[in-house]
Nanobody, 126 residues
Framework: QVQLVESGGGSVQAGGSLRLSCAGS??????????MGWFRQTPGKEREGVAV???????SYADSVKGRFTISKDNTKNTLYLQMNGLKPEDTAMYYC??????????????????WGQGTQVTVSS
C-alpha cells in the first residue's frame, strides 16, 4: 500500500520560509505517469491545490503561490518537496502531500488524487 509521510511544517513569521517534505513508499516517482502535488486546507474551507509536478518534471501552481513556492522531487530519495518563501498569514493551513498515476494532461490541481499523506501544519504569524 502506498504511504506518504509529510514533514517540515511549523510556525514562522510573515516573510519567512519553510520546506515541506513528503517521503513516499511503494509509489514510483520515476515513472512518466507519476503525478504528485501539495494541497492545503483550513477549517471550514475546501481543500485547495497548491502545486503539482508531473512525471516529466513539469510544474503547475495556484496563482496565490506563484513566484513564492517551488515544488520539486528527488527520485533517488523518493521524496517530494515544497519550498515556501515569502510566507503570508493567509498561507496558514494544513498541508497535504498527494500522489496518483496520470498523464501530463491529467496532472493538475484538481482534488482527485489517489493517495494522501496525513498532513503537516503550517502557521504564519503577522
Amino acid at each position: 500500500q502506498v504511504q506518504l509521510v509529510e514533514s517540515g511544517g511549523g510556525s514562522v513569521q510573515a516573510g519567512g520560509s519553510l520546506r515541506l517534505s513528503c517521503a513516499g513508499s511503494r509509489y514510483d516517482l520515476t515513472t512518466n505517469v507519476a503525478c504528485m502535488g501539495w494541497f492545503r486546507q483550513t477549517p471550514g474551507k475546501e481543500r485547495e491545490g497548491v502545486a503539482v509536478i508531473d512525471g516529466d518534471g513539469s510544474t503547475s501552481y495556484a496563482d496565490s503561490v506563484k513566484g513564492r513556492f517551488t515544488i520539486s522531487k528527488d527520485n533517488t530519495k523518493n521524496t517530494l518537496y515544497l519550498q515556501m518563501n515569502g510566507l503570508k498569514p493567509e498561507d496558514t493551513a494544513m498541508y497535504y502531500c498527494a500522489a496518483k498515476y496520470a498523464s501530463r494532461r491529467n496532472c493538475g490541481t484538481r482534488d482527485d488524487f489517489s493517495y494522501w499523506g496525513q498532513g503537516t501544519q503550517v502557521t504564519v504569524s503577522s
